[in-house]
């Protein structure tokens, strides 16, 4: 039995290209679930809805909110909408198709793509999630077999 570390890895640097893959590759091995949000105030784009478009029958829930894993605006109506979809091998490649870098997950208005991507195991617990404008992400590494997958960070 392993132990279980439950430690977190800062992330402060973009990942790009190939490791950005692996990333998505290894946080697929764990995650069943991941988020992303759309913030009102920033706008929506067309690539943006295309996704969401794409997803459509993976959604498993959707809701206005004003605070999410990495982000929380205050003393404001409700500016931001979270959607929750299932991660599998198709939502997989429709992530990888539509970015080639983990703080593309971003200002809408920037980046083209929805704000704060975040991916959670099967209990919704966090695996990793991104403050894209902020370019920061966390990895929640769980045991020193995943801490070790991440040596290409």
Same mark, same amino acid.
């Given at each position: 039995?392993?132990? $279980? @570390? &439950?430690?977190?890895? &800062?992330?402060?640097?973009?990942?790009?290209? +190939?490791?950005?893959?692996?990333? @998505? +590759?290894?946080?697929? =091995? %764990?995650?069943? /679930?991941?988020?992303?949000? *759309? $913030?009102?105030?920033?706008?929506? %784009?067309? +690539? %943006?809805?295309?996704?969401?478009? $794409?997803?459509?029958?993976? *959604? *498993?829930?959707?809701?206005?909110?004003?605070?999410?894993?990495?982000?929380?605006?205050?003393?404001?109506?409700?500016? !931001?909408?979270?959607?929750?979809?299932?991660?599998?091998?198709?939502?997989?490649?429709?992530?990888?198709?539509?970015? &080639?870098?983990?703080?593309?997950? !971003?200002?809408d208005n920037l980046t083209?793509?929805? =704000?704060?991507?975040?991916?959670y195991d099967e209990k919704?617990?966090?695996?990793?999630?991104?403050? !894209?404008h902020e370019n920061y992400?966390? /990895? +929640?590494?769980? %045991?020193?077999? =995943?801490?070790?997958? @991440?040596?290409?960070?």
């Amino acid at each position: 039995m392993e132990d $279980r @570390l &439950n430690m977190q890895k &800062n992330i402060k640097k973009n990942i790009k290209g +190939n490791n950005y893959k692996k990333l @998505l +590759n290894w946080v697929s =091995e %764990s995650s069943t /679930v991941f988020s992303f949000v *759309i $913030r009102k105030d920033v706008g929506i %784009s067309e +690539n %943006s809805i295309m996704l969401i478009e $794409r997803l459509t029958d993976f *959604i *498993i829930d959707s809701y206005p909110t004003n605070e999410w894993l990495s982000n929380e605006i205050v003393d404001s109506p409700i500016m !931001g909408h979270i959607y929750f979809y299932e991660l599998n091998k198709t939502t997989k490649n429709i992530l990888l198709e539509v970015s &080639n870098s983990l703080f593309d997950w !971003g200002d809408d208005n920037l980046t083209d793509l929805p =704000e704060d991507i975040a991916f959670y195991d099967e209990k919704r617990h966090p695996v990793l999630y991104v403050n !894209g404008h902020e370019n920061y992400a966390i /990895v +929640n590494v769980s %045991s020193v077999k =995943e801490y070790f997958k @991440l040596t290409f960070l």
